[in-house]
């Protein structure tokens, strides 16, 4: 694993709690979430050597991200919403974990597909630009845009908000 | 004008250039719906920041801190885990780079761990990953002829290192069987090496363990670091007595 210069590892901590965030909109729980980021920690410091100091570091590993939730996440959390793990069951649920205490919103969100459930956490939740989002996505702006439309609509409608979008 | 819902979508995420902005905030002046339907994207917004949002403020799980920390220049995890290998390549597979990634991929569990306790059992400190709490007072205090089944920390083996350092072996029972060897440095106990001990909640095919009461990796540690044979219950008691220093 090659080093990584102090600077890029201070910025790569500071910004974990974003990537935690990030994570939580995609995977829905706090382990897989976390499973997550780890797996994008170890695929962003095998390939350190494309980073140096000062560069985009955030937009970076939101891609890293997203792609090793595609690569290998994603089955998993769906998996565990049907199957829960036996030594789960042992034991007492712990309210931190938000698993037993979701949101409506979060609730909603998991509910969406996933290529709505991923512009809605790159642009609404950590407030990236629509540009960002398509380059992160690899697709282009527009797509990102009816992708974020549809995906409201939906959060909206399942969140009972309907009414007020009736022109 | 009627603004299209992708443009009114666009306003609240602050993709419209200045004419189209004027333009939108013109026809919500002069149509109070085109208001609400603005609304109702900002509530939305907001809505999923308040839920969101919460994440920022939960602590990192260490194990994540520590695994950025390990690839840095100078990382001290590196250093912690620089014990002399006088004896040539016995387990080649086991480069100290390995166990120091091991040491912090298997660190999975500090999450779970720290839910279960009221102090968790490991911390991260400066770089490294320290014994604490129940753990830590185990480690200190317990003598391994003198614990019970039901304790829930388990001390298996305690023995020199190379370095002179005395390490010892543990099993944190109610944590999904989290074994580690853990050596005393200054002050603390350094965990050089966890990991879980049941392959059930594992993610990673590599961190899955064959269900021996140490998990591999953990014995391959303790091959790796030990200095002649395990302390017996009498030089397990002076050890305890000289507070675990190297010196003597």
């Not at chain 1, 792609?67 to 309210?95: H, T």
């Not at chain 2, 080649?92 to 009221?118: E, I, N």
């Not at chain 2, 010892?168 to 106990?189: E, I, K, P, S, Y």
């Amino acid at each position: 694993m090659p080093p990584l210069s102090e600077a890029l590892s201070v910025e790569l901590v500071e910004l974990l709690p974003r990537l935690r965030r990030f994570a939580r909109a995609l995977a829905g729980n706090m382990s897989d979430a976390d499973d997550l980021v780890q797996i994008a920690i170890e695929r962003a410091l095998s390939r350190a050597e494309q980073l140096h100091d000062g560069a985009p570091l955030a937009g970076w590993m939101f891609g890293i991200l997203r792609n090793a939730w595609i690569d290998e996440v994603r089955g998993r959390a769906r998996r565990n919403r049907v199957f829960v793990p036996e030594e789960l069951g042992a034991q007492v649920p712990d309210p931190s974990s938000g698993q037993a205490l979701l949101l409506p919103v979060q609730q909603a969100l998991q509910r969406l597909p996933d290529e709505q459930r991923e512009v809605i956490g790159l642009v609404l939740i950590e407030g990236l630009s629509y540009r960002e989002a398509a380059q992160i996505i690899d697709v282009p702006i527009g797509t990102v845009t009816s992708r974020l439309a549809r995906g409201r609509e939906a959060l909206q409608a399942m969140l009972g908000d309907v009414e007020q979008e009736r022109a | 004008m009627n603004p299209s819902d992708e443009t009114l979508m666009a306003y609240a995420d602050g993709e419209l250039d200045a004419a189209t902005r004027k333009q939108v905030e013109a026809s919500m002046a002069a149509d109070p719906q085109v208001a609400r339907r603005l609304a109702a994207h900002q509530a939305l917004r907001s809505q999923l920041h308040a839920s969101f949002d919460k994440v920022l403020e939960e602590p990192v799980p260490p194990h994540l801190i520590a695994l950025v920390r390990s690839a840095a220049k100078g990382s001290e995890v590196g250093q912690v885990l620089q014990f002399p290998r006088k004896q040539a390549q016995r387990r080649a597979w086991l480069q100290w780079s390995s166990l120091a990634a091991s040491f912090v991929l298997g660190a999975l569990l500090w999450q779970l761990a720290s839910r279960m306790y009221p102090t968790a059992p490991i911390t991260e400190s400066k770089g490294a990953l320290v014994a604490s709490g129940a753990l830590a007072r185990a480690l200190n205090s317990r003598l391994a002829s003198q614990q019970t089944a039901s304790d829930p920390v388990q001390i298996g083996v305690s023995f020199r290192s190379r370095q002179g350092a005395y390490c010892r072996t543990f099993q944190l029972r109610d944590t999904a069987a989290t074994a580690g060897l853990a050596c005393h440095g200054d002050d603390d106990w350094i965990v050089q090496v966890a990991a879980r001990a049941d392959a059930s909640a594992t993610a990673h095919s590599q961190y899955r363990q064959a269900a021996s009461s140490l998990p591999p990796v953990v014995l391959e540690a303790v091959q790796e670091a030990i200095a002649g044979e395990p302390l017996d219950a009498g030089a397990e008691a002076q050890a305890r007595a000289a507070g675990w220093r190297a010196g003597h």
